[in-house]
């Protein structure tokens, strides 16, 4: 049992406070992890917004790197010392999605208001996404951790715990996209950028990155784009479509915009896939036509944090980084204490951040 500092999310809307919980032990399976870096993902926002619902008082975060500090009985392969990247992604192991080898997908709930987190007078504190990290340390199941190699930094680390699995894990896993193949990504944020990097490691002809603003547009290219087009113009899919020659073999939806989705279908060639990664808030929907999808063998598929195996995913991952052939230092574009989470997240609101990290002291 110990206490440690966390952002508390009391009322949905309202800034997080700052505030001592406890955290028990690890349990059987379980870890506990110190934290270097934790990222601000757009989903924590839409959480702590109540787009999605959810029990209250609850720690949000969920892209996060650091040091393993305690372990539960039954863990296997980890350490005290060891560094690791946490995330959001605990799988049962034996339900048919863990066992096809599916783990985004698993089955089995885990139920928050019964995890490792109370609050000080020992009052229930929902650890949101099996996680909990806008805090000091959390306790999470073995499943959701992967150990990295000691020289990575942590900032960067805590990156590819959701925004970089998800949206490198987007082309090369659930669009598969291969060498010569030509790819749309909408929206060049966190997550699109990081889809766009993964096109250009998957060896994509064309990459088309399609936004709202122009700057974004630049950014991208940095990050492996070979075109731009604004969303904001009246037949974006037009421009693209004249970039790539022909339709996309694969578009990337990294946005939770309506206007995107509906879109989105416009930009394939005959056979292509739209990948639906960006969430839009519950009861939103978009319309499509199934006419034209049918009869060009088109598809519409979701994929869930890149549809990763984060144990053969990451370090290949970590890797690339080392090698300078994924970019992590450049996705970050702002450094905060856990005292300044609200102002990160106001930052991140703006739409203009890449990933801003709340970094703690050793
Ligand atoms: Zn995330
Ligand atoms: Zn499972």
Redesign the pocket.
């Known amino acids: 049992m110990s206490t440690v500092k966390a952002a508390v999310c009391h009322a949905f809307g309202e800034p997080l406070v700052v505030e001592d919980i406890t955290l028990r032990a690890p349990q059987m399976g379980e870890i506990e992890v110190t934290l270097k870096a934790v990222a601000v993902c757009h989903s924590d926002i839409s959480f702590a917004e109540g787009a999605w619902g959810s029990s209250l008082p609850a720690v949000y975060g969920h892209e996060a790197a650091g040091h393993v500090t305690s372990v539960g009985d039954g863990v296997v392969g980890l350490a005290e010392g060891d560094p690791v990247v946490v995330t959001l992604i605990r ?5 048919p ?2 066992a096809e080898g599916k ?1 985004t997908i ?3 709930p885990y139920d928050g208001d019964k995890g490792p987190l109370t609050t000080a007078d020992g009052g229930t504190l929902h650890q949101a996404m099996a996680c909990g990290a806008f805090a000091e340390k959390v306790v999470v199941d073995q499943s959701q951790v992967v150990k990295i190699s000691d020289d990575i930094p942590m900032e960067a680390a805590s990156l590819i715990a959701c925004g970089v699995i998800t949206g490198v894990g987007a082309v090369v896993n659930a669009a598969q996209i291969r060498a010569g193949q030509d790819v749309v990504v909408i929206g060049a944020g966190g997550v699109g950028l990081n889809a766009i990097q993964g096109a250009r490691i998957a060896g994509a002809r064309r990459i088309v990155a399609v936004d709202m603003g122009e700057e974004k547009l630049e950014i991208a290219k940095e990050f492996g784009a070979t075109d731009g087009v604004l969303a904001t113009d009246k037949k974006p899919f037009v421009q693209a479509i004249r970039a790539m020659g022909r339709g996309a073999d694969a578009v990337i939806v990294t946005v939770g915009a309506i206007p995107a989705y509906d879109q989105a279908p416009r930009y394939l060639a005959p056979g292509g896939k739209v990948i639906m990664v960006g969430m839009p808030h519950s009861g939103e929907k978009s319309s499509y036509e199934p006419v034209i999808l049918a009869a060009i063998g088109q598809g519409m598929q979701g994929s869930k944090m890149g549809d990763v195996v984060i144990k053969r995913d990451i370090p290949w991952m970590v890797d690339l980084y080392q090698q300078g052939r994924l970019k992590l230092d450049e996705l970050i574009s702002g450094r905060w204490t856990l005292d300044q989470i609200n102002e990160a997240i106001a930052d991140t609101k703006t739409g203009s951040a890449k990933r801003n990290v709340i970094v703690f002291d050793d």
């Open positions: 799988a049962c192991g034996s339900c999605s863990c783990p698993c089955g089995t």
